[in-house]
């Protein structure tokens, strides 16, 4: 996987982050201090699922090995349209006035990951440890700064498209699960 693959998957992965930390901001003025202390939280949840997703898929390689391209594609496909219908029926998001708790920025951190386990798990069947490392560092590092740039439009009151996020971030992982597919059936 290429730095710029990694990256749109990165960016493809966080939009969730990003809504929620630019919510989380918008409606309770979180401060900078505890801003940056979700972000890191969100960062490390991004990135430490999607490497428990690769360890499984690791794992299963072996057993699934003729068609871990089509499995990649379908989780990457699954995951992706989920994003875009989600997108599709998106809300007004209702939070608290009140900052977020450590505990409470875990819970989110960990809501907003559960589509990377997924994705981890077609990482894992399609490449190798040391290169499913620093894909997931790339995650986990977006996905902070992504965050903290979701903490400052909240900050200053400016509203996150949930919707173009979703249905954006959803056609990448769609595309990126079609490239790996097509790789392997026109080799």
Same mark, same amino acid.
Request: hydrophobic share 70%; no cysteine; charged share 10%.
């Given at each position: 996987m290429s730095l710029i693959e990694a990256l749109l998957l990165a960016l493809a992965l966080c939009v969730d982050s990003l809504v929620v930390s630019a919510t989380t901001a918008f409606c309770s003025r979180i401060g900078w201090g505890r801003g940056g202390i979700m972000a890191i939280i969100f960062g490390l949840f991004q990135g430490l699922m999607p490497l428990l997703g690769a360890i499984a898929g690791d794992m299963a390689h072996g057993m699934i090995e003729a068609i871990d391209h089509w499995v990649a594609f379908g989780l990457l496909a699954l995951v992706g349209g989920k994003m875009i219908a989600d997108g599709l029926k998106a809300g007004e998001e209702s939070a608290s006035p009140e900052p977020p708790s450590v505990g409470t920025m875990c819970l989110l951190g960990l809501a907003t990951s559960i589509d990377a386990f997924a994705v981890g798990i077609g990482l894992g069947l399609q490449h190798p440890m040391p /290169?499913?490392?620093?894909?997931?560092?790339?995650?986990?590092?977006? /996905?902070?700064?992504?965050?903290?740039?979701?903490?400052?439009?909240?900050?200053?009151q400016v509203p996150v498209p949930r919707r173009t996020a979703n249905v954006v971030a959803g056609g990448v992982l769609i595309a990126l699960g079609l490239k790996i597919l097509l790789e392997h059936l026109l080799v």
């Open positions: /290169t499913v490392i620093w894909i997931v560092a790339v995650i986990g590092g977006v /996905t902070a700064a992504v965050a903290m740039l979701g903490v400052a439009l909240g900050r200053r």
